[in-house]
């Protein structure tokens, strides 16, 4: 037969869509022609696979050949076509029975020698092939533990050509499976290490390990400020140690993220700890909100997915890349557009900025900084952006006799973690039924008119709206700030003393 037909999975984001990939073989002179949207990576497909069905021992078709994919109007990329071009032509050539390509659904890169090697977006790929009806799915052998991830599928791992057309005809596979990779010289013996991150590490500064505290069991957008040395990095570094762990839905969320990005950890298919990304102050826009010229990729706030975003030095960051984080920080998504397409990344995360107080850093008399040097390098985190940061610590430096003092107080990440856990599982039952699951994402109006606050709680906020000290949007951040208090607490609502301290949070007030 000259027609052969099988399937692979074109990725948009982290939206796949099922790509029928046609073989036919034809009069005319020898030559491949590829139609159906392919970028440059997706062309050089075609030598590619020639070496690589001849070196593993099949014959290449002289004939002239057409592969189409399709929907033709889809824009495609990368080197997971592979396999799927590959199993077309020799099926179409009569090498292996026809029937054994139609149900399955190929997602592999192929070397010039016929190894099968990894692709990142596995995971998202096989997620939306199985939601079109696909149950069986050929994927490298490093990419198996991740495509077994999704429920009710067959997977079947392979590491070269040769073991993919053997399995097709029916053969045993007697040799063992070529791998994937050349092999990897053994790591060194690790002859120790550090000790985990721990929230009792950071002594002499209560009002920011409790800020942080609220922060993890509510969600919020936190800002550290103080000079170099009173701990805004170690307090950021430390969050996701009291962070609760992904539920299964969170994990592949966050793993077709990661996926997508490549940038899954070795040996862990599945991402269940909340992820932590930290950028450098010089990255750019497009590494911060996702994109790219032909291949759109996620950001760091895509990356941050259910985690913490944490922008150190965050005056420092280009005014653009910062204010791109606003609709992020509303929406939970970050739309990208380019000409070829657009695409949504999911972005829910917890934001924590730090900063120094003025460009030196200095604290007290030794700061050299004037007034309108330290208006103008905080003035660099406009209204707007900070509109949206529920809470607001300033940290002072501290002596020696308070580092000594605060031990007998500060707690481990363990004991923290556990309260936030309690408090998280208090506001689960509170939203169960909406699409909600933290007290940062409760819409303004939703928060008001489903989960109102006692008139005397609220006698503070209103005060301060009338005085021109809150927005209405910093009210509605203040509530929800009350509310994670009254669930750290366990109490049913929140109080007075809870709106009040989420009110000098908010305005960076708090002591």
């Not at 001849?54 to 004939?63: F, I, L, R, T, Y």
């Not at 790219?292 to 420092?316: K, N, Q, Y």
Request: glycine residues 10%.
């Amino acid at each position: 037969m000259s027609l052969a037909r099988t399937r692979s999975v074109a990725l948009l984001g982290v939206d796949g869509h099922v790509v029928e990939v046609e073989a036919h073989l034809g009069g005319g002179p020898a030559g491949v022609t590829l139609v159906g949207l392919p970028d440059a990576a997706l062309r050089e497909a075609r030598d590619r696979i020639r070496a690589a069905v001849v070196n593993s021992g099949e014959a290449w078709p002289d004939d002239h050949i057409t592969i189409s994919l399709s929907p033709a109007s889809l824009p495609k990329s990368g080197s997971g076509f592979d396999l799927a071009i590959a199993a077309a032509v020799v099926g179409a050539s009569g090498a292996v029975p026809v029937e054994s390509l139609h149900d399955a659904v190929f997602l592999a890169e192929v070397a010039l020698d016929g190894r099968i090697r990894p692709v990142p977006g596995v995971l998202p790929a096989v997620l939306a092939a199985a939601r079109a009806g696909h149950t069986t799915f050929v994927v490298a052998r490093r990419n198996a533990a991740e495509a077994e991830l999704v429920p009710d599928v067959e997977v079947v791992a392979v590491g070269s050509l040769g073991e993919l057309f053997a399995r097709m005809r029916g053969e045993p596979v007697d040799d063992p499976p070529a791998a994937d990779d050349p092999a990897e010289p053994p790591e060194s013996a690790v002859t120790g290490s550090a000790p985990p991150p721990d929230l009792a590490d950071v002594l002499g500064q209560p009002v920011a390990r409790r800020a942080v505290e609220i922060a993890a069991a509510g969600g919020h957008n936190l800002l550290l400020l103080g000079p170099p040395g009173t701990g805004k990095s170690l307090l950021a570094e430390r969050l996701p140690t009291i962070l609760p762990g992904l539920s299964m839905a969170e994990s592949l969320e966050v793993t077709a993220v990661h996926s997508v990005a490549g940038a899954l950890p070795k040996g862990a298919p599945l991402i269940t700890e909340p992820p932590f990304c930290a950028p450098h102050h010089t990255a750019t826009r497009a590494a911060i909100v996702g994109g790219g010229s032909t291949r759109l990729r996620p950001g760091c706030v895509s990356l941050a997915h259910r985690g913490a975003l944490f922008v150190d030095e965050a005056p420092e960051f280009g005014r653009g890349v910062l204010e791109s984080l606003r609709q992020p920080l509303e929406t939970g998504t970050v739309v990208v557009s380019r000409s070829a397409a657009t695409v949504r990344f999911p972005a829910r995360f917890l934001l924590v900025l730090a900063a120094n107080p003025c460009p030196c850093g200095k604290s007290g008399n030794a700061c050299t900084c004037s007034s309108p040097q330290r208006r103008r390098y905080l003035g660099r985190l406009s209204g707007p952006l900070l509109d949206r940061v529920d809470l607001k610590v300033e940290l002072q430096p501290v002596a020696r006799s308070e580092l000594l003092a605060d031990r007998a107080f500060a707690e481990s990440s363990a004991t923290v973690a556990a309260r936030v856990s309690a408090a998280r599982e208090r506001c689960a039952r509170r939203l169960a039924g909406t699409p909600w699951s933290t007290n940062a994402e409760i819409p303004g109006a939703e928060l008001r008119r489903r989960f109102p606050v006692p008139g005397d709680a609220l006698r503070i906020l209103a005060s301060a709206m009338e005085r021109g000290e809150i927005s209405a949007r910093g009210v509605d951040r203040a509530l929800r700030v009350a509310w994670s208090l009254a669930d750290l607490a366990g109490r049913p609502e929140p109080g007075g003393a809870d709106t009040a301290y989420a009110f000098a949070l908010w305005s960076g007030r708090a002591q």
